[in-house]
T-cell receptor, first 113, second 118 residues
Framework: DQQVKQNSPSLSVQEGRISILNCDYT??????FLWYKKYPAEGPTFLIS?????DKNEDGRFTVFLNKSAKHLSLHIVPSQPGDSAVYFC????????????FGKGTKLTVNP | DAGVIQSPRHEVTEMGQEVTLRCKLI?????LFWYRQTMMRGLELLIY????????DSGMPEDRFSAKMPNASFSTLKIQPSEPRDSAVYFC????????????????FGQGTRLTVV
């Protein structure tokens, strides 16, 4: 049973436009969420995170939005750049719970010049 | 720090052989995670350690898989005997825990070991 779901395996956007990557979760105990970016032949690298006490966290071109009632979060990248082309993983963790970082299957983003 | 170091980067082995994957943690980190990435299941947590102690190994597929932390900076993941369905990329990650919870810390991943069992 996938507790963290990224329903779009791939996304293609034009350079300069906004990229929106979506993530849904089922475990209501999750209270901290992270996005990782992965280039081919490399390990995932941390990108941005958000605590459940917030609904938005912004870092430069990257913004993560959290909708707890819908158990949904999204990563916005604006403006998108070709170098953003990678696989993006959503991850979640429950403090005081299993303490395991649970990942989605990832969304492959392609930013076309 | 050079980051999390995994070896080998690539491993091709015959079915039935023993495979050992290695991981060196970032200095000062005390949580260690082994993940497996496949097309079908994405990134799956196999096992994680905190302060050298295995905390949760519920993700380990079966008894053919075993993981150890002989010291605070090093871990191995062993598959014996290996099978073709074990073919995947195996990632090791480490993080620094604050108290009993790793909330608020981000895991740093190694580059992975691509395992092919033929």
């Amino acid at each position: 049973d996938q507790q963290v779901k990224q329903n779009s395996p791939s996304l293609s956007v034009q350079e300069g436009r906004i990229s929106i990557l979506n993530c849904d979760y089922t475990n209501s105990m999750f209270d901290y969420f992270l996005w990782y970016k992965k280039y081919p032949a490399e390990g995932p690298t941390f990108l941005i995170s958000i605590s459940s006490i917030k609904d938005k966290n912004e870092d430069g071109r990257f913004t993560v939005f959290l909708n707890k009632s819908a158990k949904h979060l999204s990563l916005h990248i604006v403006p998108s750049q070709p170098g953003d082309s990678a696989v993006y993983f959503c991850a979640a963790i429950a403090q005081g719970g299993s303490e395991k970082l649970v990942f989605g299957k990832g969304t492959k983003l392609t930013v076309n010049p | 720090d050079a980051g999390v170091i995994q070896s080998p980067r690539h491993e091709v082995t015959e079915m039935g052989q023993e495979v050992t994957l290695r991981c060196k943690l970032i200095s000062g980190h005390n949580s260690l995670f082994w993940y497996r990435q496949t097309m079908m299941r994405g990134l799956e947590l196999l096992i994680y350690f905190n302060n050298n102690v295995p905390i949760d190994d519920s993700g380990m597929p079966e008894d053919r898989f075993s993981a150890k932390m002989p010291n605070a900076s090093f871990s191995t993941l062993k598959i014996q005997p290996s099978e073709p369905r074990d073919s995947a990329v195996y990632f090791c990650a480490s993080s620094s825990a604050r108290g009993p919870s790793i909330l608020g810390t981000e895991a740093f991943f190694g580059q992975g070991t691509r395992l092919t069992v033929v």
